[in-house]
């Protein structure tokens, strides 16, 4: 089994600053591309940053400059530090992977659970 924990989310001004983390656990054998989505209410989900096992990354147009991926590889684990926060950042984030789990040769997807953020006076 492999899971996706993320954290780091809550409530926050316009102008603050987030800094949610993404642990991946369980039977890993490696971990390839990891991402940030977001989803608002009643939008679709959209991809917010993206890094490969290489360090590579790719951003959203309306966040680059404000937010930061980045990965630990030893830790199984993914970034993502959010700055200058605007209301309209406001929607549920989830974490994703391509984990090749023990015992298999292909790569599947996994996702989080989600966790909040909310940016609001």
């Known amino acids: 089994q492999v899971h996706l924990v993320e954290s780091g989310g809550g409530l926050v001004q316009p102008g603050g600053s987030l800094r949610l983390s993404c642990a991946a656990s369980g039977s890993i054998f490696s971990v390839n591309g990891m991402g940030w989505y977001r989803q608002a209410p009643g939008k679709q989900r959209e991809l917010v940053a993206t890094i490969t096992s290489g360090g590579s990354t790719n951003y959203l147009d309306s966040v680059k400059g404000r937010f930061t991926i980045s990965r630990d590889n030893a830790k199984n684990t993914v970034y993502l530090q959010m700055n200058s926060l605007k209301p309209e950042d406001t929607a549920v984030y989830y974490c994703?992977?391509?984990?090749?789990?023990?015992?298999?040769?292909?790569?599947?997807?996994?996702w989080g659970q989600g966790t909040q953020v909310t940016v609001s006076s």
């Open positions: 994703n992977a391509g984990i090749i789990p023990y015992g298999s040769i292909w790569s599947r997807v996994y």
